[in-house]
Structure formats: structure tokens, C-alpha cells
């Protein structure tokens, strides 16, 4: 059965150097979680810590109500996948699939069982008598992850499970693991740096920086509302933009941006007249206008992707500013040289506090 997963106040010290610090996080029962970050950030550490291959120098770790500090690795109950597969290069892949389950002395026929409705499951019955050189990486993963559901755990940990293979296979894979889980229902903690993978597959994100947790929520709300500009800057692509206050009338801003662009935003926190803000907008929140309404910019390079055309344009900030536009939408296709004028999706940009850097929009919070 699916437990949840409660970290209190953890910290890991390697030598002197702390790499976790006072971190907390509360991991739903079934619910696939995601610890997202650079290299570096903390997240496999903690994983590890989850897995008690690392020690806990403070706080505590349960699963469900029992905490799991003091208990060693072999009676955790959790299934472990890695990205280098590690699946026994001598054994069929029946045979490396039944190898918990024998280990746990049960009956054959319930061997069998178990070993075959995974199989199933994860599908991959149609090469249980070949061995891992015959597999293609897709396939080796699928016998890692079978082998780590088989046994039933309570949780799932998986440690970039999908690093090793080529592009079009991780998308393929990202799907596959995705269903299974679903379809399992067992509390998955899912380790990542590959912000598309985490977005795709996750029912919740922990973005993870320098071991502290920036932000949790679900997928759309860690791209469209950032709670700082670490996590903005990290999930996707902002453009960033200095603005003042110009006036707030309840909580609808108006703010004119550094280029001269005046811009209101509904649902902003109490400001001062004056006070200087952050303004990040996504390529996709730039609207193209005229001359009376939007910012002026020049192409520098246009890249045409099919669906989308990609621009870099010079507003005059110092900065080159990066556009994408829809061409089912887009009424011409601007060339280098060419002078446009760029209007913003109010709705949609995000403002931050500029010496906290912290959104200052109401109602996104940190966890969730």
C-alpha cells in the first residue's frame, strides 16, 4: 500500500560542508513528486537520505507515521531505480525481474505470478527470455523499473532514471513510467534536472536550490506563477525587465517598465508609488501591436521552428529580449532589421520584489 512521505527539518553535513539545510517537504501517498534542480542542488542527496544510503544529521523522515531515521536500508520498504539500469548482466530478464521476490522466500507459483503480471504491466513480456546485451535501453529500463515494482514496495524512488538514453526514447520512456505509476499507485520520489521531464510526468515539483526547496506546486503553477526569480529564471525562459510603481488602486498596479511600456496588473500586493519591481515576461506573453500601443524593438535574429518563429530583439535595455510567436496566429513573419512593437499579456507576466526577488502577486505561495 502507498504511504506518504513527511521530511522534517532534515540536514545532511558532508565534512564541513552543509549540503542539505533545515529542509521540510510532505509527499503525498501515490502521488509522483519530483525533486528538480541544477547539479548540485541537493536533490539526489536527499534521495539518498529518503533510501537511508545517507545519514541524517537532523530532523526526521517518516513514512507515514513511522519514522524511518534509525532503520536500515534492507528493511526499508522502497524500490530503487538509477539511471545506469543496474540489472544483472547474467540473468534473463525473467530472471532478474523474480530475483527480490525469490530473495523474500516466497511460494513459486506466486513467483510466477507476480513476475508475469508485471510483465505485463510494464511490457516487456515478449523479451523475458532474453538477456540486458540484447535489450536496447528503453527495454532495460522497463526490466529496472519491474524489478523495483515487483516486490510491492511503499515507495518508489528513481534517481534520473531516464539520463542514459537518447532523446526521442526518454519522451517515449517519461510516458511509459508516468502510466505505470498511475496504474500501480505506489508513492513515487522522482530525481531530475531536465525541467520539460519533470513538467511532463509530475503530479507535484519541488524545486530544489542549493539545498533548500524554493517552491512546490503542481506543474502549471511552478511555469506560470514562480514564487521567485530562481525558479523563473530555472523553469522555462524570462525575460526580465526593472519597473516602477506608477500607482495601485486596491490591488490593480500600473507599472511603467523600463522601456517606457505601461503596463496594469490585477491581484498585486501593496506597493509604494515609486517603489522599483521586477517584471519577468515569457517569449510567449509578447503581443505584437503598433507604434501608439507597444514598446519599440528591432529583429536581430529570427528563427522560423515550423510552429513557432523564435525572435531576438533590442527594446534598448542593454539586453537581448527573446519573442516567440505561433505562425497559425502571426499575421506576417518579421525579418532582421525589421522595427516592430511589442505589447505585454498582463494576465500572465509575473512581478517580483526586487531586493527579495519574491513574487509580490497575492495567492502564490511557496508549498503547496
Given at each position: 500500500m502507498?504511504?506518504s512521505?513527511?521530511?522534517?527539518?532534515?540536514?545532511?553535513?558532508?565534512e564541513?560542508?552543509t549540503?542539505?539545510?533545515?529542509?521540510?517537504?510532505?509527499?503525498?501517498?501515490?502521488?509522483l513528486f519530483?525533486l528538480?534542480?541544477?547539479?548540485?542542488?541537493?536533490?539526489?542527496?536527499?534521495?539518498r537520505?529518503?533510501?537511508g544510503?545517507?545519514?541524517?544529521?537532523?530532523?526526521?523522515?517518516a513514512?507515514?507515521?513511522?519514522?524511518?531515521?534509525?532503520?536500515?536500508v534492507?528493511?526499508?520498504?522502497?524500490?530503487?531505480v538509477?539511471q545506469?539500469?543496474?540489472?544483472?548482466?547474467?540473468?534473463?530478464?525473467?530472471?532478474?525481474?523474480?530475483?527480490?521476490?525469490?530473495?523474500?522466500?516466497?511460494?513459486k507459483?506466486?513467483?510466477?505470478?507476480?513476475?508475469?503480471?508485471?510483465?505485463?504491466?510494464?511490457?516487456?513480456?515478449?523479451?523475458q527470455?532474453?538477456?540486458?546485451?540484447?535489450?536496447?535501453?528503453?527495454?532495460?529500463?522497463?526490466?529496472a523499473?519491474?524489478?523495483?515494482?515487483v516486490?510491492?514496495?511503499?515507495?518508489?524512488?528513481?534517481?534520473?532514471?531516464?539520463?542514459?538514453?537518447?532523446?526521442?526514447l526518454?519522451?517515449?520512456?517519461?510516458?511509459a513510467?508516468?502510466?505505470?505509476?498511475?496504474?500501480?499507485g505506489i508513492?513515487t520520489?522522482?530525481?531530475?534536472?531536465?525541467?520539460?521531464?519533470?513538467?511532463a510526468?509530475?503530479?507535484?515539483?519541488?524545486?530544489?536550490?542549493?539545498?533548500?526547496?524554493?517552491?512546490?506546486d503542481?506543474?502549471?503553477?511552478?511555469?506560470?506563477?514562480?514564487?521567485?526569480?530562481?525558479?523563473?529564471d530555472?523553469?522555462?525562459?524570462?525575460?526580465?525587465?526593472?519597473?516602477?510603481?506608477?500607482?495601485?488602486?486596491?490591488?490593480?498596479?500600473?507599472?511603467?517598465?523600463?522601456?517606457?511600456y505601461?503596463?496594469?496588473v490585477d491581484?498585486?500586493?501593496?506597493?509604494?508609488?515609486g517603489q522599483?519591481?521586477?517584471?519577468?515576461?515569457?517569449p510567449?506573453?509578447?503581443?505584437?501591436?503598433?507604434?501608439?500601443?507597444?514598446?519599440?524593438?528591432?529583429v536581430?535574429?529570427?528563427?522560423?521552428l515550423?510552429?513557432y518563429?523564435?525572435?531576438?530583439?533590442?527594446?534598448g535595455?542593454g539586453?537581448?529580449?527573446?519573442?516567440?510567436?505561433?505562425?497559425?496566429?502571426?499575421?506576417?513573419i518579421?525579418?532582421?532589421?525589421?522595427?516592430?512593437?511589442?505589447?505585454?499579456?498582463?494576465?500572465?507576466v509575473?512581478?517580483?520584489?526586487?531586493?527579495?526577488?519574491?513574487?509580490?502577486?497575492e495567492?502564490?505561495?511557496?508549498?503547496?
Amino acid at each position: 500500500m502507498a504511504v506518504s512521505i513527511h521530511i522534517q527539518n532534515v540536514k545532511k553535513v558532508y565534512e564541513k560542508n552543509t549540503v542539505i539545510q533545515d529542509l521540510s517537504a510532505d509527499i503525498k501517498s501515490g502521488e509522483l513528486f519530483t525533486l528538480l534542480g541544477p547539479s548540485g542542488c541537493g536533490k539526489t542527496t536527499l534521495l539518498r537520505m529518503i533510501a537511508g544510503f545517507n545519514s541524517i544529521e537532523h530532523g526526521t523522515i517518516a513514512f507515514d507515521d513511522q519514522v524511518i531515521n534509525n532503520i536500515p536500508v534492507y528493511k526499508r520498504n522502497f524500490g530503487m531505480v538509477f539511471q545506469n539500469y543496474a540489472i544483472f548482466p547474467n540473468m534473463t530478464v525473467y530472471r532478474n525481474i523474480e530475483y527480490g521476490l525469490k530473495n523474500k522466500k516466497l511460494p513459486k507459483e506466486e513467483v510466477k505470478q507476480r513476475v508475469e503480471e508485471i510483465m505485463e504491466t510494464v511490457q516487456i513480456k515478449q523479451y523475458q527470455d532474453r538477456y540486458p546485451d540484447k535489450l536496447s535501453g528503453g527495454q532495460q529500463q522497463r526490466v529496472a523499473l519491474a524489478r523495483a515494482i515487483v516486490v510491492r514496495p511503499q515507495v518508489l524512488l528513481m534517481d534520473e532514471p531516464l539520463s542514459n538514453l537518447d532523446a526521442k526514447l526518454r519522451i517515449e520512456m517519461r510516458e511509459a513510467i508516468r502510466e505505470i505509476q498511475k496504474k500501480i499507485g505506489i508513492t513515487t520520489v522522482y530525481v531530475t534536472h531536465d525541467q520539460e521531464e519533470a513538467l511532463a510526468i509530475s503530479d507535484r515539483i519541488a524545486v530544489m536550490n542549493k539545498g533548500d526547496i524554493q517552491q512546490i506546486d503542481i506543474p502549471e503553477r511552478i511555469y506560470s506563477r514562480p514564487y521567485n526569480t530562481f525558479v523563473a529564471d530555472f523553469i522555462g525562459h524570462s525575460n526580465r525587465f526593472t519597473g516602477k510603481v506608477e500607482e495601485q488602486h486596491g490591488s490593480s498596479t500600473t507599472i511603467r517598465m523600463e522601456t517606457g511600456y505601461v503596463l496594469t496588473v490585477d491581484g498585486v500586493k501593496p506597493l509604494n508609488k515609486g517603489q522599483e519591481i521586477l517584471v519577468y515576461v515569457r517569449p510567449e506573453e509578447f503581443v505584437f501591436t503598433d507604434s501608439e500601443h507597444g514598446m519599440k524593438a528591432k529583429v536581430m535574429v529570427k528563427r522560423f521552428l515550423g510552429k513557432y518563429i523564435h525572435y531576438v530583439v533590442d527594446c534598448g535595455t542593454g539586453t537581448h529580449i527573446e519573442v516567440t510567436a505561433d505562425t497559425s496566429n502571426a499575421e506576417r513573419i518579421h525579418e532582421p532589421g525589421e522595427t516592430i512593437y511589442l505589447g505585454v499579456n498582463a494576465r500572465r507576466v509575473n512581478l517580483f520584489d526586487r531586493e527579495k526577488e519574491v513574487t509580490i502577486l497575492e495567492g502564490v505561495e511557496r508549498y503547496v
